[in-house]
């Protein structure tokens, strides 16, 4: 079975920064393409950011120059750092993440949803 688990929300004032991990725990045998989405209240989900198999990275307008995704293969983790955040950044942040299996399987996982909030 495959979890994903994000930390690193919570509150914080327009300008400050947060880090986003997400960590995959389970039977797998590697974590491949990683993307970050997010959903503010009484909207859809959007996309964030993303980073492929081979390490190209990729964002939404809103938030290039501002946040970075990457990626620990080793710690199976996926990262989101985001710098100037502000109050319209407010959202609960997913991660999604394409792990493999050993016998060659794929599966798109997603994580539970971390609470990020933003005060101006």
């Known amino acids: 079975q495959v979890q994903l688990v994000e930390s690193g929300g919570g509150l914080v004032q327009a300008g400050g920064s947060l880090k986003l991990s997400c960590g995959v725990s389970?039977?797998?045998?590697?974590?491949?393409?990683g993307n970050w989405y997010r959903q503010a209240p009484g909207k859809q989900r959007d996309w964030v950011a993303g980073i492929s198999t081979s390490g190209i990275r990729t964002y939404a307008d809103s938030v290039k120059g501002r946040f970075t995704i990457s990626r620990d293969s080793a710690k199976r983790t996926v990262y989101l750092q985001m710098n100037s955040l502000k109050p319209e950044d407010t959202a609960v942040y997913y991660c999604n993440v394409f792990v493999r299996f050993e016998d060659g399987r794929g599966f798109d996982s997603w994580g539970r949803g971390t609470q990020i909030t933003v005060s101006s």
């Open positions: 389970g039977s797998i045998f590697s974590i491949n393409a």
